[in-house]
């Protein structure tokens, strides 16, 4: 478990560094850092971006869109750069309207066709009944962090793992995309994986590959966890992690709820027709100063906090029992 130790850093406060070289330095905890959304629009807009994907033309024309829906836009570098306009591809990863708890987003898929904004409009609208629809498209979309003019971080390294993943074959059967930024190029190289939703960091090919086919004992991967961004919260996401550790990468498929009271988060599923709930307290950790990337630690005024998890365990508790019948 996370431990909330606070150690002075060792670190050369005139020294510059990469972000993500610091991180590294000071072994800092990825932990509760993905954000959290209802969905996430993926479109494909060529290169290059500026340093925030919503200032581009489409990002621009979408926001009002998806702002509202709490969905999050990421930019995708186009399979064929050549390609008409109208072929690019848009993806939407949105959770069911009115569900209760997160087990996956639903994908949704179609081309940008003659008005970009009036595909993700059907895609909305496809998204929002329960109702089968024929832009329903099941598949797996692995999103690498890419973008170099929002931290070169992310555009040396994450580029880098990229490469190495579209030469490895790894992902055979998934889509593998470059993408824009998407929070945490402090941790990089950082994936996401859609539509379980789960965010990654200081990523390998070795870790994208264990994730994506889930091999081996969550355990093993715990300490690049971010996060899941269908789950309330940092705090929420942080025992969710230490719960993977006891459950396993099975937990990933189960409608999961949760809450935090200031002190305790509560993770809740159903398991054979019965609430499972695991508890834990959720504090504030070591704090660190944090420099920009290739700026001066010690000319830095930021600082960045880890996620303590302690006293976690199962419990059965009849009041949630009594609300789910």
């Given at each position: 478990?996370t431990?909330?130790?606070q150690?002075?850093?060792?670190?050369?406060?005139?020294?510059?560094?990469?972000?993500?070289d610091?991180?590294?330095?000071?072994s800092?905890?990825?932990?509760?850092?993905?954000?959290?959304?209802?969905?996430?629009?993926l479109?494909?807009?060529?290169?290059?971006?500026?340093?925030d994907?919503?200032d581009?033309?489409?990002?621009?024309?979408?926001?009002?869109?998806i702002?509202?829906?709490?969905?999050?836009?990421?930019?995708?570098?186009?399979?064929?750069?050549?390609?008409d306009?109208?072929?690019?591809?848009?993806?939407?990863?949105?959770?069911?309207?009115?569900?209760?708890?997160?087990?996956?987003?639903?994908?949704?898929?179609?081309r940008?066709?003659g008005?970009?904004?009036?595909?993700?409009?059907?895609?909305?609208?496809a998204?929002?009944?329960?109702?089968p629809?024929?832009?329903e498209s099941?598949?797996?979309?692995?999103?690498?962090?890419t973008?170099?003019?929002?931290?070169?971080?992310?555009?040396?390294?994450?580029?880098?793992?990229?490469?190495?993943?579209?030469?490895?074959?790894?992902?055979?059967?998934?889509?593998?995309?470059?993408?824009?930024?998407?929070g945490?190029h402090?941790?990089?190289?950082?994936?996401?994986v859609?539509?379980?939703?789960?965010?990654?960091?200081?990523?390998?090919?070795?870790?994208?590959?264990?994730?994506?086919?889930?091999?081996?004992?969550?355990?093993?991967?715990?300490?690049?966890y971010r996060?899941?961004?269908?789950l309330?919260?940092?705090?929420?996401?942080?025992?969710?992690?230490?719960?993977?550790?006891?459950?396993?990468?099975?937990?990933?498929?189960?409608?999961?709820t949760?809450?935090?009271?200031?002190?305790n988060?509560?993770?809740?599923?159903?398991?054979?027709?019965?609430?499972v709930?695991?508890?834990?307290?959720?504090?504030?950790?070591?704090?660190?100063?944090?420099?920009?990337?290739?700026?001066?630690?010690?000319?830095?005024?930021k600082?960045?906090?880890?996620w303590?998890?302690?006293?976690?365990?199962r419990?059965?508790?009849?009041?949630?029992?009594?609300?789910?019948?």
């Open positions: 478990m431990t909330s130790t150690p002075s850093s060792n670190l050369d406060p005139d020294a510059k560094l990469r972000c993500s610091w991180s590294r330095a000071t800092l905890s990825p932990l509760g850092t993905s954000g959290s959304y209802a969905g996430y629009l479109v494909e807009i060529p290169l290059p971006w500026p340093r994907a919503g581009t033309a489409e990002g621009a024309a979408l926001a009002p869109l702002g509202p829906l709490h969905c999050r836009l990421q930019a995708l570098v186009p399979a064929d750069p050549d390609a306009p109208a072929q690019r591809r848009v993806i939407l990863h949105a959770r069911r309207p009115g569900e209760t708890g997160f087990s996956g987003y639903r994908r949704f898929e179609s940008a066709g008005s970009l904004t009036d595909t993700v409009s059907a895609l909305i609208a998204a929002a009944g329960d109702a629809s024929e832009l099941p598949a797996v979309d692995v999103l690498v962090c973008h170099g003019t929002r931290d070169s971080c992310c555009g040396k390294r994450g580029a880098q793992l990229a490469v190495d993943l579209a030469a490895s074959g790894g992902l055979a059967g998934r889509n593998l995309w470059r993408t824009s930024h998407m945490g402090r941790f990089a190289p950082t994936f996401l859609l539509p379980e939703g789960t965010v990654w960091g200081f990523a390998d090919t070795d870790l994208v590959s264990r994730v994506v086919h889930r091999a081996g004992d969550f355990a093993g991967a715990a300490g690049q996060g899941c961004p269908g309330d919260g940092p705090q929420v996401q942080a025992l969710e992690a230490e719960v993977l550790r006891q459950v396993g990468w099975s937990l990933l498929d189960r409608r999961r949760g809450s935090f009271d200031g002190i988060a509560l993770l809740t599923w159903q398991e054979d027709g019965q609430p709930t695991w508890t834990g307290e959720v504090r504030p950790g070591r704090t660190v100063a944090s420099p920009g990337c290739m700026e001066p630690l010690g000319a830095s005024g600082s960045e906090t880890e303590a998890v302690t006293a976690v365990h419990r059965h508790d009849p009041v949630l029992a009594n609300q789910e019948e």
